[in-house]
């Protein structure tokens, strides 16, 4: 079964940096691209960042091209981390952070809040 957790969230100035962790077992992680997720309260939860599973090949959505970053370590089957470098933030960043495969399993981990605020 897929096994998400994310954490490295946190509130900070915008202009500021933050990256993200996530430790996502299960059997199917180390073939499948791997992305991150956000989501706010007024918003579905969208993919913005991907990442595929040799880790050579990512895609960003507009707004965060050019900040953000996604990398990834497979360490064996059943264990794999997904990382997101966050630049320069903005307000519109502010968001419960996801990682999960792409496309998004069932299931889903706790998430990790960002809070981008002066």
């Known amino acids: 079964q897929v096994q998400l957790v994310e954490s490295g969230g946190g509130a900070v100035q915008p202009g500021g940096s933050l990256r993200l962790s996530c430790v996502a077992s299960g059997v199917t992680h180390k073939y499948m691209s791997m992305g991150w997720y956000r989501q706010t309260p007024s918003k579905q939860r969208v993919l913005i960042a991907s990442i595929n599973f040799a880790g050579d090949d990512a895609d960003y959505v507009d707004a965060v091209k050019g900040r953000f970053t996604i990398s990834r370590v497979n360490a064996n089957d059943m264990l794999n981390m997904v990382y997101l470098q966050m630049d320069r933030l903005k307000s519109d960043d502010t968001a419960v952070y996801y990682c999960?495969?792409?496309?998004?399993?069932?299931?889903w981990g706790q998430g990790t809040q960002v809070t981008v605020s002066s």
């Open positions: 999960n495969t792409d496309p998004a399993d069932s299931n």
